[in-house]
DNA sequence: AGTGCAGTTGACTTT
DNA sequence: TAAAGTCAACTGCAC
């Protein structure tokens, strides 16, 4: 091959429909799509084989989408420095084409060296935007008409590719190749584009019906919610296409009068909702990326100092905290890899609240259970649940309250704690009030969840009152907040000037 | 029939 | 996507 090549590098952009780096490259000379399954990313503590099972369920549908269009994806095992100035000596590299990614740590320094190598060897590096994240964003507002007016952009078509007949490495490795642990995962939903278009099709068609009122609950959010979220993550399916899909759904739904209609189009708005939020907290990371490691709001950084019980940390990743309904979602979180909001948002209160543990470890646990990890909408979350942002209001869950509303006749605490089958339902969320409590093989509770609610409480509000909280938070609330600050939820009218004030804290929430 | 009262509901505040 | 507490308004019921 003597005219040098145009690499397409995919990350976790999966796809060739709205693919722009693909197109672009495509115009300007032949293409080599490369694929770099990099052992070192593999081996950072947020990385699991089950995220890697799916990307690789993904990346076997993208080798023949792209062989489709004429030249078969290239799939190598290394590091991506080495690997591009590798091509480069041998084939000449005319120039990188990717997409922008908001990851870790690993992956931010890797792309500063990769940006160091290619002015080094003069080899232009073209990235483009993804999602509605930008980067060095000056300031927040305006950024929910900015992600509009983006999601509205045409969609990208799959190009042809100019057939090319070299021999390149297509073997997609497998997780012990990586040097990935063995983590089983039962009912992990399938990877690839088919995938997620028939989950896309599916919850626009029938399963999102009562979405509005089945996200919260494990029992019916398994099949109530998109499920598109691993497909956002490694990008088989673009947040524009999901956004442009939903438009019309919305459109065709506001035509007609019925009841069920109405309450279709109220979990349209909810769904369309989180399409929104799940820009606005990567966009987090990427103006901060520091928050993966350190607290957002540094007057927080004197509290769980200590690295917490070791036991604690260990009993709750194994869902043996002896609070049923905490324990059941661990578990279930642990055969799917996924688990609905609301309940991640518990188990991370209950690891930093009751527990008392820093939220660096804990993270990284929840990061490696979730096949749809990722790494903005995490690290954001973590620190909001265990209230180190010092922006946002503090929630700390109850765990037995939350069972009993989330969870009433116990289904699913049978289902994922099966020693506990015998427990009566009126004391199914706190099965050592029962009388045979004892015949059980399931712990006793491994904190009093009273007592360890309170004492975290009285800590957060203390530190809450201390000198110099106020005006940091308003300064990271400019940075971060939200700027729908002050437009009312409902349809129902502020009161007083007052009023609204509490009410621009309520919104601030989830900013 | 009107009154007193325990219990409920919802809005709002505090932690 | 908190929970618990306060308070006022309301409800059902007994007398």
């Known amino acids: 091959m003597s005219q040098p090549v145009h690499i397409v590098w995919f990350k976790r952009d999966l796809r060739v429909v709205d693919h722009r780096p693909l197109a672009m490259a495509a115009e300007r000379g032949p293409v080599l799509p490369l694929y770099i399954a990099e052992p070192d990313l593999w081996a950072q503590p947020d990385a699991s084989a089950r ?15 792209l062989a489709a269009l004429g030249h078969p994806l290239c799939v ?61 964003l000056r300031s927040r507002d305006g950024w929910a008409s900015a992600w509009d ?23 997609i490795p497998s997780h012990e190749e990586l040097g990935l642990v063995t983590d089983p995962c039962p009912y992990r939903q399938p990877g690839g584009r088919l995938a997620a ?8 068609k029938e399963r999102g019906r009562n979405y509005r009122f089945e996200v919260s609950s494990p029992v019916t959010a398994f099949g109530a919610c998109s499920r598109l979220s691993p497909h956002l993550t490694w990008g088989t399916i673009s947040m524009r296409e999901v956004a442009q899909a939903s438009w019309p759904r919305m459109r065709a739904l506001s035509q007609l009068r019925d009841a069920d209609s109405r309450s279709w189009r109220a979990s349209m708005v909810s769904f369309m909702g989180r399409q929104h939020w799940h820009c606005h907290f990567m966009q987090k990371l990427e103006d901060e990326p520091r928050i993966e490691f350190e607290n957002l709001h540094r007057a927080y950084d004197g ?3 200590e690295s917490g019980d070791p036991r604690h940390l260990i009993a709750w990743s194994e869902g043996q905290t002896g609070y049923p309904f905490v324990d059941a979602c661990m578990r279930a979180l642990n055969q799917h890899g996924w688990i609905n909001f609301r309940m991640r948002a518990m188990l991370m209160s209950f690891a930093s609240y009751h527990l008392w543990l820093p ?14 990890y990722e790494p903005g909408i995490h690290w954001s979350q973590v620190q909001m649940q265990s209230g180190t942002t010092g922006i946002n209001t503090i929630r700390i869950y109850n765990p037995v309250k939350q069972g009993l509303d989330q969870d009433p006749t116990g289904a699913f605490v049978r289902t994922y704690v099966p020693e506990l089958h015998a427990v009566p339902d009126a004391v199914i969320h706190e099965p050592w009030r029962w009388q045979e409590s004892a015949t059980l093989n399931y712990p006793a509770p491994i904190v009093d969840n009273a007592t360890a609610a309170k004492a975290a409480k009285d800590a957060m509000f203390a530190l809450r009152q201390s000198a110099g909280h106020r005006t940091a938070a308003s300064k990271i609330a400019a940075k971060h907040g939200s700027r729908k600050a002050g437009i009312p939820m409902t349809g129902r009218t502020r009161k007083t000037a007052s009023k609204s004030i509490s009410g621009k804290q309520l919104t601030l929430d989830f900013s």
């Open 51 to 65: 995220q890697w099972a799916f990307a690789a369920e993904c990346l076997v549908e993208l080798q023949s989408a």
């Open 76 to 136: 190598m095992v290394g590091n991506a420095v080495s690997i591009f100035e590798q091509l480069h000596k041998r084939h000449g590299i005319a120039a990188l084409w990717s997409h922008q990614e908001t990851g870790n740590g690993w992956t931010y320094a890797r792309d500063l060296a990769v940006a160091a190598w290619a002015k080094e060897a003069c080899v232009p590096w073209h990235e483009e935007r993804q999602f509605g994240v930008a980067r060095r």
């Open 149 to 171: 007016r983006r999601m509205a952009e045409p969609i990208t078509a799959a190009p042809s590719l100019q057939p090319d007949s070299g021999d390149w490495p297509r073997h």
């Open 197 to 204: 278009l028939s989950a896309l099709a599916g919850f626009l």
């Open 303 to 305: 509290l769980r100092t």
């Open 359 to 372: 939220w660096r470890e804990s993270g990284l646990h929840l990061a490696r259970k979730f096949v749809d």
